[in-house]
């Protein structure tokens, strides 16, 4: 992006996995790296935006000039967002939000026995679809898709049913997407939009996903 097209605007950032607690010790969770949210965090910064960066828990340092807080759980990340949407102009939803998390976290650790055992787990917040659905303070809302097939389908689907401005997706898989250095991107935006993000290491690919972002946002803006 071209050094200040962000100037003045404020960028909200969801990276990383999250992790639902099963008791002390034990947790669930996935495999994304957050490598691609702190790269479009960088990106904006680099754009002369200020950043805001909700990180579930990586091995990445908190990218220099960027305002980072570390959250674990959905429920820790869905605050940490509500908290702070009302000042952000893009929100990008690129952490990988555990969908379920199990419905109670035991106290202390729970013991082994010789028995059988099952887990019940319940639906964690929405946290993309609640900041789409914002009717004050709604940012210009993207989202990320990870798929395994129908790529084009189930992303359109995702940005109708959860009310987005942008999305950008990318087949996952034996060898793509998570923990990779690099990545490709397929973007969709209402009306039929779209751009494909060729192959590139996700540095480049967040900082061409931010022109994108960028060049939309404007357009939106000056409707
Ligand atoms: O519906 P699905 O989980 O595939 O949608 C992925 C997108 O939704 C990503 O942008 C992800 O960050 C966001 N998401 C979220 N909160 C959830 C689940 C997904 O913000 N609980």
Redesign the pocket.
């Known amino acids: 992006p071209g050094p200040g097209v962000l100037s003045g605007r404020t960028v909200l950032i ?1 990276s990383g996995p999250t992790r639902e607690a099963l008791d002390p010790v034990r947790y669930l969770t996935n495999h994304s790296s957050g490598k691609m949210g702190h790269a479009l965090a960088a990106a904006a910064r680099d754009a002369g935006a200020r950043v805001l960066l909700i990180s579930g828990p990586t091995e990445l340092p908190a990218p220099h000039g960027v305002e980072t807080v570390a959250v674990e759980s ?1 429920r820790d990340m ?1 605050r940490a967002v509500m908290d702070r949407v009302a000042g952000a102009d893009i929100f990008i ?7 379920y998390r199990p419905e109670q976290s035991a106290g202390s650790k729970i013991k082994k026995t010789d028995s059988e055992t099952a887990l019940r787990l319940v639906p ?6 609640e900041v789409a659905a914002l009717e004050q303070y709604r940012p210009f809302t993207v ?4 798929e395994t097939d129908a790529l084009e389908a189930h992303a359109r689907g ?1 940005l109708a049913r ?1 009310g987005l401005d942008m999305i950008a997706a990318n087949w996952v898989g034996a060898d793509r997407g998570f923990h990779t250095d690099d990545n490709a991107l397929e973007v969709y935006w209402p009306g039929g939009g779209h751009t494909s993000l060729a192959r590139a290491d996700k540095p480049a690919l967040a900082r061409q996903l931010i022109n994108l972002i960028t060049e939309r946002y404007h357009h939106a803006a000056t409707r």
């Not at 964690?124 to 679809?129: A, T």
């Not at 989202?143 to 990870?146: D, K, Q, S």
């Open positions: 969801t959905a869905h939803a690129a952490a990988a939000v555990a969908d964690n917040p929405d946290i993309l679809r989202g990320f898709a990870a995702k959860k």
